[in-house]
């Protein structure tokens, strides 16, 4: 399995040693790695019926990916820990292997190491590692009041496309919402970019705006303030929410699994291209919108 | 969960960014990094009314630190990946992580972050990081014809102690195989001590001698041949396999998960410290002992 998942596949230069051995060996030329695991499992994560094994792949890949651009890193390799039933079909672990590649091939990286083992249900464990090129890492804790708060990427339209897709087929899962809940599209290059920028401190938005941004709050003793309207509701979205009678700004607020990335800036900062402005760094504690608690859970707990 | 097993514990100087953060961030000093992922599955890999969980903990740090110390690496870090019941009561949970951390202390390292999410089944995905320290990584391909053969660790104890356990009550497990299986105690200094000692190849015996020499065999172009007589068979096992009317030899031949470590070296070379000569390396292809083929399994077949 490991060597049908990996014959073939060039790897970037980075890769010093590949899959094969008992270990990879992976450049990292700062004198740093940095590095995050991320499990999706079966029934819980994603369903082989709701998404094909490359999707499943590559969203298992992006989880891992999408943290390391919250440090401000850039990737440089991947390793996956499968476990599967073993009558799991070949077509099913092709598929998962293509998904994790291609996943991989969009920011460059090698898929350089794993394990396969055997298990009732589908399980991945994805290892990211990368490269902060010198800078220093954008953690939880560095948010200061008077600190723009900023987001980058696609809010709320996984949760709009689980939605979508819990319903059954009455629904359309077209145009969008559907595949978003399938595979994210996080911003990989905007984590280095708001580094770069001086973002003050960074996390990637998978539990939910409100909840992540609340371990932000948090990690840096402040609050943040966030404005409802600086929320574009998307018209796809908009529609979902109509004809599921539900609050689009529950899906954008609470909503996790896009991987968008949300920062805090200095005020003076420019921001960098595709962030945009949602809220302010205050102190208090917790967050707000509109100066307001929400009212609601702020987003997916695992063990609700 | 991530909380109550990682507060209050501390970090070796090489975490720079310990847990608490969307990725963890560690020193590489020679610009390298080592990386490799093993999982272990309830019911495949373990069993909780076989093993206690912080014996579960520490087997799954071994599984990975030991594929380290196969490369001649030092290790730099641990990353966990858990998955678990909602129910799972609190003093599993706790006895993993203990488990984990007193395995990474053995070693010097920190667990410097992880995921943990639901599931059926409990599933571990243990990432370990090390370090060359400036050497080159020893491979599975380097052997050649001439080099000796040399182990050092436990072989065929852990499969020993899980005939047993597999008994029942009938025969105690005490002393020593039951724990074997319970808890390995890999050699992991020995690794790096082969490496700057010039060893040639090198794997880690976590499928068993005959399938993993294979490996090595196959990845280096060569055959080897193993002296029947070079092993010793300690009292302990030669007792259980009295009792259960098998053959000592093929738990040590073919048992895994004790994580011993094999390699080659050039006939020139003194071995280091606990490592013992048990073969040669041959111009032939394949693993044989005592000059003819094994019958039966080389060892333990995930799928089979």
Known sequence: LIRRATAGRRQPPSTLLGP???AAVVATPDGRVVATVDLLVQGVHFRLDWSTPEQVGRKAAAASLADLAAM???P???LVGLA?????????????AAGLWSEAQRVGVGLVGGDVVAA?????AVTALGSLAGRDPVTRSGARPGDVVAVCGRLGWAAAGLAVLSRG???????GVGAAHQVPEPPYPAGPAAAAAGATAMIDVSDGLLADLGHVAEASGVG?????????IPEQMRDAAAALGVDPYEWVLTGGDDHALAATFPDAVELPAEWRTVGTVTDGGGVTVDGRPHIGRP???HFS
Do not use: K
Not at 226 to 232: H, P
């Open 72 to 74: 401000g890193a850039e």
């Open 120 to 124: 009732d249900a589908v399980t991945l």
């Open 76 to 78: 440089s390799a991947l």
């Open 299 to 301: 987003g997916w707990e």
């Open 84 to 96: 599967c039933p073993p009558d799991t079909p070949i077509a099913v672990t092709d598929g998962l």
């Open 169 to 175: 087929t009455g629904i359309p899962a077209e145009p």
């Open 20 to 22: 094969g051995d008992d």
């Open 224 to 232: 943040i303030d966030l404005v409802r309207d600086a929320f574009e």
